[in-house]
């Protein structure tokens, strides 16, 4: 996280209104994003999702009904997880939409500071059975067909170049249906094409997906998308599981299960190594990691087995 060396003059040209993830690429002269320049950017964001959601609040409500809707068809589920979930302001009424709201919830970001607004947002409409979790797209704590349902809004956005890895990360952990809702290259204009690849966004999901032989059941424009000059595509993938997993938390590394040790950290016996719960939510990104081998000693025990005596 060099970067994080920025964070004063990054304040700065935020105050100011300019673009910060345009100011990070030319720090190293980066053509496409990384995932340290999505993290500042969007945790220097925080609490602008719903200032635009309290703006405009009839968009939203439209965009999550049709979403409500196409998942409604799908059959029955148990669980769902939007990736990227930002400060919830899709997942808050898409839950409240669903004809048969799962029993498990689920919504993780790269950026702490979004998922703060995000519990709080949730609070508000009194929706407190959800998980919240940082993570990193390209390496999610959870094993393989663990969710039912998984969907993104425009979260794989910024991603560009890196289709491939983000769609099989995404699709491993699908039991059912992966829905992905990001920006439409096959279906924009030539001045809305231009324009994803200036900011670094995905181009070719879709043939990224057909490459991978995923069955892809439904491709085309959204109904809704906040901006026209970066369209909403949808494409729905249909995956037929032979095993299920359960949706618990696992270590990002090692995948193996996440104990609770206190209200403030979680830890892995098989990788020695914890993680951190900041106001609630985990911090799973593999940067968070602390390795701990002797978190469980008892010193007292250890002394006596080891004859060690004070002097």
Known sequence: ??????LTKIKEIYANGENIIKYLKNINNNKLNTIED???SYDFQSGSYIKEFSNTPEYKDKYCTSLANIIDDLGSF???IE???GEATTLNNLIRKLTNAPSD???FDISWSRLKFAKEFLADFELKNITLFTANLFEIPLLDNSIDIVYTSHSIEPNGGKEEEAIKELYRITGKYLILLEPSYEFANDKSRERMKEHGYVTNLYSTAKKLGYKVI?????????NPLNPTGIMIIEKKSSTSNGPNLKCPISLSNLLKYNDSLLYSKDSFLAYPVIDGIPCLLKENSILTTHLLTNYNEYKTAHNILHK
Do not use: A, N
Not at 1 to 6: G, H, T
Not at 218 to 226: G, N, V
């Open 218 to 226: 439904e491709h085309r424009l959204f109904e809704y998308s906040s």
């Open 105 to 107: 919830i689920f919504g």
């Open 1 to 6: 996280m060099e970067k994080f060396k920025q």
């Open 38 to 40: 999505i993290l500042i």
């Open 78 to 80: 148990d669980s769902i």
């Open 83 to 85: 990736v990227g979930v």
